[in-house]
């Protein structure tokens, strides 16, 4: 029996150290130009991740008027589009990010 609570003791504290160790959050923000949706969402996204990743995310501005040939690697077919890299699965939610909730939704970051 106590190799169960040696194994129990272990899963504990993997899964402890699993929710302090802090993850690197990796999102790429697809705009075309500095219109009022692309601002928008540029603010919309620091604002929610001050709030919810504060220190552990890099926010990357794509502007497909400058590179359009970005535009194939994530398949955008819509701006302004948030693509989630890290951590995985890639996710993509699509507008100018003021429905918090629903991006909050979209990057995992609060159940469904």
Do not use: F
Request: charge should be positive; proline fraction near 7%; glycine fraction near 4%.
């Amino acid at each position: 029996m106590p190799a169960k609570t040696n194994e129990a003791r272990k899963s504990r504290r993997d899964t402890h150290a699993a929710l302090e160790a802090p993850e690197q959050w990796n999102l790429r923000l697809y705009v075309a130009g500095q219109t009022p949706r692309a601002i928008a969402a540029l603010d919309n996204l620091k604002r929610i991740c001050e709030e919810h990743l504060a220190g552990k995310y890099t926010i990357e501005v794509v502007d497909l008027l400058q590179n359009p040939q970005l535009a194939r690697g994530d398949q955008i077919l819509a701006v302004p589009t948030l693509v989630r890299k890290l951590p995985e699965p890639v996710r993509k939610i699509i507008g100018d990010l003021s429905n918090e909730e629903r991006v909050l939704v979209g990057l995992d970051l609060r159940p469904r």
